[in-house]
Each structure stands twice: as C-alpha cells, then as structure tokens.
C-alpha cells in the first residue's frame, strides 16, 4: 500500500490525525522491503508518520532516532499500559486480538510504568544476573555443539532451521529449569506470538500453561535457575506474575536472540574481511554484533507506547490514547544521526536494539553472550564454512515486528576419517 499523498500545497510533515489513507504496517510493501517502505514513509511524513496496523488500528509509527528516544525515555508522556490506549477503551480492539499479545496489558506489570514496574524490573535483573553468574556461555557452547553434531558430517546445513531458530531456546530451556524436550515447541510458538495472526492467542496459552507447570513444579522443586529466582525473591511476586514474567523473557528473549544470530551469520558469511577476521582472531565478534544492531535489530518495530496527553512529536499532533510504535530499524537509519550508513558503527551502543529508557532490554548481556559464542563455536567446528548459494538470493519475511532471514544455507568441509573435535575442547567440562 503506498502512503497517502498529503494534502496540496502542504509541506513536508505529519498531517494532524490519521486520514483513511494511512499505510499498513502489516500489508504487503511493508512485508516486502520494509527498509524501503519506511525511508519512504519518512520522505513523505518526516520523523513520524501515521500508519494502520492489524485489523487496521490506527498508530503513529516513529522513524526517527531522537524521536524514539524521547519516547522510550520519558514514561510520563509515552506510557505503557495498554488501559489508555483509546482504540481498547472505546471497543474497537477486542482482547482476542492477536495485536494484544504484544501490545496488551499482562499481569506481570512489565506493560505497566513507575513503581509496579521498577519492583518486578529488579526481580528480573536480579535474577538474570544471578543466572549469567553461573556460565550461560558454557550452555551455549553445549547446545551449540550437540546441532552441529547433527549435520556435521553431511556438509550442508542451513543455519536458520537447523541452527539459529533452535539454539537460543534450548539455552533457555537449561536457564529457566525447563526440560530440553520441550525447547522445539516452544521456539515455534513464541515465533508465532510475535508474528501475530488467528493462532497467535492459542500459542500464548500454551506458552503459558508450560510455564505455570514449571512454576509450580519449582516452588516444590527449587533449583539454581531463573524461574526459582523469581519465586524466591524479595519483590514476593504473586503467582500469575511469575507465570506471565517468565512468559516476557523467553517470547522475547528467544525471538530476538534467533533473530539477531541468524543476521551476525548472515553477515559473516556475505563479508569475506570480517569472515577471514574472526578466524584469524584479528576482529572481535562483539563489533560485528554491534554492526548488525544497527542494521538489521531483531525487533525492526517495538510495541507500543500510549500517548498520556495531547502532544506534539515530530510535528504532528498525537492525541491523548494514541497507540506509539517504536520504530527502532528506522531510527537507527536516521539521517540526521547517521548520514552515512556504509561507514562501520561496530563498538557503537547508541543503537536503539535494546531499547532504551526504563524498559530497556535487562537481558542484553545474555544475548551477547549467546550470540558470541554460537558464532565462535560454529566457525572452529566447521571449517571452509561458506555459502550454498549466491548473497543475493538469500530472502527475509516480515511481520510487523520484525524481519527474519528465511534460510542461510551453508557448505563447510568435511575431512576424510576425522571427527569433528568436541565441544568441549572449547569450554571444559560439560556444564551440570
């Protein structure tokens, strides 16, 4: 759908409230090139441009960089609960509406602002921090070994399906004391969550009826993991917030961390010099991660703030119930920051990947950490790593969140009557 023409003889800028004419953030331009869509979208509107979203709800879509963060950073004009949002009060977005899986207000308070936030906020970084004590990177390094095991000696693989998409969630399985059986379905469930639809609600419930067992289980059985931090902390957090916690870090933290190393893969194996660099041990695998941050962040679009007040951002006027939807790929492209976007941003954490403000990413360190490693394993375990097929026919699809890589196929060598060294030539004993 292309955006609306604005109206004649008017500059450049953001009309005052939504025409019938706003684009679809989740039709199929978007979908296409949502690079394009939203430099177009700029072109048209500037730093903010009005947009229609599933079911075609109005929203304000931001695109530029300190746009985004004036949003993210100031809670008391941009909040977060969903209650205020005008399109839910009023009965035009229903609770069954896939949009309110990623959008809606849970009881886990992680949807709400001030003190509500700042208490269960601190249950998860407090347990986070006490779980990355205890050597995530070696349970990464132990599920990164065990894929490549199954296709080490075939000499094909594609990274995406037999990779990315499974790894982070058999980390979490081992961090959240859940059994490992049960990391395949919930990667694809979470997936669905995120990328919205009619089965998008019934994948959350089953999410959430694994993680209420867990729950339950380890308020009998506590262990040294995520899920016993949170019941044990101080916050005293009731059971539903718990559940619903727990359900936040693995939709997110899963979804995203897949994301983000199927595209650090993609762009190693489309780079020979930073290829060639992280097997000569002459470039750190963190600034090539910072790199991608800034070009393709596993959330291309972060939902959603609600505007509190009648106010001006970008030169348009954003009512007061008005839905924000952080746009953090564009932001990241701004002009006006980033003038050129060929010169290397790698070491830079100015990004908006994490997010930013009060509701920044407190698992970043462990995503890092699972993104660096699956890389360094991968590439000492499968020498003359290359690509199956030429750059340019490598493909994405997007929802309205996010974009991902459809598949990385890959060739490595295979030595005649070698076996492939263990894992733990890497890292040690194998973790407990």
């Known amino acids: 759908m292309i955006p609306p023409a604005r109206d004649p003889g008017a500059t450049r800028g953001c009309p005052v409230g ?21 430099e177009r979208l700029r072109e048209r509107y500037g730093a903010v441009a009005p947009v229609l979203v599933e079911g075609d709800v109005p929203a304000w879509l931001v695109l530029g960089y300190r746009e985004n963060r004036r949003v993210l950073e100031n809670p008391l004009q941009f909040g977060r609960d969903s209650r205020s949002w005008r399109e839910w009060r009023e ?13 809606g207000r ?5 949807s709400q602002d001030g003190e509500a936030h700042r208490r269960v906020r601190a249950a998860v970084t407090d347990s986070l921090l006490a ?33 990315a998409d499974q790894l982070p969630m058999l980390v979490l399985t081992r961090v959240f004391g859940l059994a490992e059986c049960e990391g395949r379905a919930l990667a694809e469930s979470s997936a669905r969550v995120v990328r919205g ?42 059971e539903q917030e718990t559940v ?14 897949s994301n983000l190393l199927a595209r650090v893969l993609e762009s190693v194996l489309t780079d020979p010099d930073q290829y060639s660099g992280l097997v000569g041990a002459e470039l750190d695998i963190a600034s090539v991660v910072e790199e991608v941050m800034w070009n393709s962040p596993p959330l291309a679009v972060l939902p ?37 976007t060929g010169i290397s941003v790698g070491g830079n954490h100015a990004h908006l990947a994490f997010s930013a403000g009060p509701h920044e990413c407190p698992g970043q360190n462990i995503g890092h950490g699972i993104v660096e490693t699956a890389v360094h394993v991968l590439l000492h375990r499968l020498p003359g790593l290359r690509l199956a097929v030429p750059a340019g026919e490598l493909t994405s699809t997007a929802s309205m969140w996010e ?14 009557g070698a076996a492939h060294p263990s894992w733990d030539r890497y890292t040690g004993t194998p973790p407990t």
């Open 18 to 38: 939504h025409g019938t004419g706003a684009a679809g953030l989740h039709g199929p331009e978007a979908a296409e090139d949502p690079h394009a869509f939203h």
């Open 197 to 238: 639809g009619a089965d998008a609600l019934a994948h959350n419930e089953r999410i959430v009826g694994v993680l209420a067992e867990l729950v339950a289980r380890k308020r009998v059985e506590p262990g040294a993991d995520f899920t016993t931090g949170l019941i044990a902390h101080h916050a005293r957090l009731e």
């Open 304 to 340: 959603g703030r609600f505007a509190t007040a009648d106010l001006e951002l970008g030169e348009c006027l954003v009512r007061e119930g008005d839905l924000l939807l952080l746009g953090l790929a564009a932001g990241n492209r701004d002009p006006l920051v980033r003038p050129d």
């Open 244 to 257: 619903q916690l727990l359900r936040s870090v693995l939709v997110t933290a899963h979804t995203t961390t």
């Open 403 to 416: 974009s991902r890589l459809d598949a990385l196929p890959v060739e490595f060598d295979v030595p005649a």
């Open 131 to 163: 779980v990355a004590g205890r050597g995530v990177r070696r349970h990464v390094a132990h599920f990164a070994g065990r894929r490549i095991d199954a296709f080490a000696d075939t000499g094909r693989a594609d990274l995406v399906a037999d990779f």
């Open 106 to 110: 849970h009881p886990d308070r992680v």
């Open 91 to 103: 009965g035009r977005v229903p609770d069954t509406s896939p949009l309110m899986q990623m959008i």
